[in-house]
């Protein structure tokens, strides 16, 4: 394991760290082996667990697809809790267990049930689409779910002139900018009715994500006036203006496929740092720029260490009321159904 990793990380890790990982790595495997488990892990994992214990990496979306064929009896998810509740929605007969109970997500906090039901109320008749960033009760609310990288079929699909899309308020304005629709942010007090309400072709959410808010288009300049060849991605959680300002954006594993498809000189990711990390190591030959020092708090709690403590322990264990499964699984089964 130590010289598996040291082939790929040699320049991300330090030695003593490596060796201490792929220790942690290895026992993570025999035991996940003993278990009869599988590990998912999220592209934004940190490089040493990326590259050592799941046997399926990827997107929001491929991960929820894997959640749902896997004969394992346990699922560890090393990501965060929307994606292991996600897990559960799939797959309610296995243990799904998230390696730490603190891995949350600004965008699944921005919005409740109580809010969508609100919103329905608001809007009565207008399908609820909604991103997979959100918890059980919220997709157990909504008509469809959609990840980054089906956001805009998934909107297009939907035989409607009008949809509600929450909760990241610049995932919504750039699939809006996409799709050709104009979008509104209602507010809930009836004295502040805005005149641009009375058209309106998408309902929005005042969401963001904590990570992808901070990037601006003035980064985008300054990179670019240093590094003029270079070839930037940006996330759909980013701002319209820095989506615009980029040569390219899709979901995480969009990107990725991007950098290893083309052959630019120099590359840049506005996205969660250990990505970058975690594309360099497996890409050697291309070169990747380092602006970033955006670690999302959040994936940044999934350890090895945790990982490890999960499967001897079998914690967290992810556990939803049936009723709200089974309304959510409707909402994220529409969606694996487009794409
Ligand atoms: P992806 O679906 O693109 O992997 O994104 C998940 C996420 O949380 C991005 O911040
Ligand atoms: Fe949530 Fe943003 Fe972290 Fe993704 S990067 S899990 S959207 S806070």
New binding site residues.
């Given amino acids: 394991m130590y010289e598996k990793m040291k082939g790929l990380l040699a320049n991300t890790v330090p030695d003593f760290e490596l060796r201490l990982k792929a220790d942690l790595a290895a026992r993570i495997n025999q035991l996940k082996r003993e278990k009869n488990a599988v590990i998912l892990g999220?592209?934004?994992m940190e490089p040493a667990l990326f590259h050592s214990i799941p046997d399926y990496i990827?997107?929001?979306?491929e991960l929820s697809r894997k959640a749902a064929q896997t004969d394992k009896e346990i699922i560890v998810f090393c990501g965060?809790k929307f994606m292991a509740e996600t897990a559960k929605i799939l797959s309610p007969q296995k243990k799904v267990l998230l390696p730490s109970e603190k891995a949350g997500?600004s965008?699944a906090a921005s919005i409740s049930a109580a809010d969508v039901r609100e919103l329905k109320q608001k809007f009565p008749g207008v399908p609820v689409v909604t991103y997979?960033?959100t918890y059980a009760d919220v997709k157990a609310e909504s008509d469809i779910c959609c990840?980054?990288?089906n956001a805009v079929a998934v909107v297009e699909s939907l035989d409607s002139e009008s949809v509600i899309f929450i909760p990241d308020e610049y995932l919504a304005r750039n699939v809006a900018r996409e799709t050709g629709r104009h979008i509104i942010f209602p507010t809930f007090d009836p004295t502040k009715v805005g005149d641009t309400e009375l058209d309106y072709q998408m309902i929005g959410w005042p969401g963001r994500?904590e990570?992808?808010e901070k990037f601006t288009v003035e980064d985008i300049s300054n990179v670019r006036k240093q590094f003029p060849d270079v070839v930037i991605l940006a996330?759909p959680?980013c701002s319209p203006e820095v989506v615009e300002a980029a040569d390219f954006s899709g979901?995480?594993?969009?990107m990725i496929r991007y950098v290893e498809r083309t052959k630019a000189p120099r590359y840049l990711l506005l996205?969660?740092c250990a990505m970058g990390d975690n594309v360099a190591a497996a890409n050697p030959e291309k070169e990747m720029l380092r602006l970033c020092s955006v670690r999302?708090p959040h994936m940044n709690q999934i350890t090895l260490e945790d990982t490890l403590a999960s499967l001897e322990r079998d914690q967290y264990v992810i556990e939803i009321d049936e009723e709200i499964r089974k309304h959510a699984l409707r909402s994220v089964e529409r969606m694996l159904t487009i794409g």
Avoid: K, W
């Fill in positions: 999220h592209n934004y990827g997107d929001s979306l965060v997500c965008l997979i960033n990840t980054s990288s994500c990570v992808h996330h959680e979901s995480t594993t969009a996205t969660e999302c």
